[in-house]
């Protein structure tokens, strides 16, 4: 069966109401131009980009690594400058300015003495190592350790006695300390190292002088001995030059006075060996060089070691006694250590 065919017609349907567009007022160029000038920004006020929000960690480096040549550069190029204008202004340069420093910086401190006063020179003319300036006595110095010492304290010990002329090593073989003191008394020894340890390395220093003290005890820190120094030479048997900086304060005269008087007055010159203790934020570094001299103005060191560091704890009256012993100075750590700018040597 067979549909038959019909004609299809398109309705006619309303037209869509179409709106007219609003044409845009168009701006001139020279009106562009001046905007465009007005908001452009100076490169110097543009701030650096925040490397640390660059989440790809070879971009991020990158980034740093040209950021530090670039402050780099500037850096040089400022200084160059300044070259230049000292070197045109000559003898009107204004002086240099002193770079500010914790040192520089620190807190004032009342017992700052000058070595020159009349009462820190009658002070220290009666003092317990008077008698060693006055060259009545010569120094004669007893190193020893804690019980059972291990192989490096025992190598700390025997260099230790290297630097200090006219030294002995004794082992404590379970000796008390109490009674260390009379024996080395009865030998003529004016003074009496013991090095302790701790997880087999040295870690405290007691320093006793005799008859009549102080005894001082330290903190240990970065040893170093002869053989993990790098082309450092053997030393020699001569007396060396003795070199103290920077104990200014009361107590820092009696603990660089302790010091001095663990060696000979006259130095061996010949020997061209030095022994430094040099104190710098209360830690004491202890240093042994050779010198020696390359030309009229060039002079060479050579370290021969050991290398330490000493930090003080305290300063006792009289030789060592823990239970009834009487305290010139102890370090309170919460109770001192409140200002980086405030030290005691």
């Not at 009674?179 to 997880?199: M, W, Y």
């Amino acid at each position: 069966m067979t549909c038959p065919p019909t004609s299809w017609s398109i309705p006619n349907f309303p037209k869509m109401a179409t709106s007219k567009k609003k044409k845009m007022p168009v701006r001139e160029e020279t009106q562009d131009v001046e905007n465009d000038s007005a908001m452009a920004v100076p490169s110097s006020a543009i701030p650096p980009p925040n490397i640390s929000s660059i989440k790809n960690k070879m971009r991020r480096t990158q980034e740093f690594i040209k950021l530090k040549r670039q402050r780099r550069k500037e850096k040089k190029e400022l200084q160059k400058k300044k070259k230049r204008e000292a070197e045109a202004l000559g003898d009107e340069a204004p002086p240099k300015k002193v770079p500010r420093t914790i040192e520089n910086m620190r807190v004032f401190d009342e017992t700052m003495v000058d070595p020159q006063d009349e009462e820190v020179l009658h002070d220290e003319a009666h003092d317990e190592m008077a008698s060693y300036f006055t060259r009545d006595t010569r120094p004669k110095v007893l190193i020893t350790s804690s019980d059972r010492p291990r192989s490096t304290t025992t190598r700390f010990l025997k260099e230790l006695g290297q630097c200090i002329p006219n030294s002995e090593i004794y082992y404590r073989r379970g000796l008390d300390l109490k009674k260390v003191i009379p024996q080395a008394l009865s030998k003529e020894f004016t003074d009496i190292i013991v090095i302790n340890e701790d997880r087999r390395k040295p870690n405290g220093m007691l320093l006793c002088h005799l008859p009549d003290g102080p005894t001082a005890h330290f903190k240990i820190s970065n040893v170093k001995l002869h053989d993990e120094i790098k082309r450092a030479p053997k030393s020699t048997e001569h007396h060396p030059e003795v070199i103290l900086n920077n104990f200014n304060t009361r107590l820092g005269h009696t603990v660089g006075r302790m010091f001095a008087a663990l060696f000979p007055h006259d130095p061996q010159f010949s020997g061209r060996q030095a022994v430094t203790f040099h104190n710098q934020r209360d830690f004491i570094f202890f240093r042994h060089h050779r010198y020696l001299f390359k030309n009229n103005k060039r002079v060479g060191l050579n370290e021969l070691g050991p290398r330490f560091t000493l930090k003080l704890r305290s300063l006792q009256k009289g030789t060592f006694d823990s239970k009834f012993g009487e305290y010139e100075w102890v370090h309170k750590r919460h109770e001192m250590d409140t200002s980086r700018r405030k030290f005691f040597l």
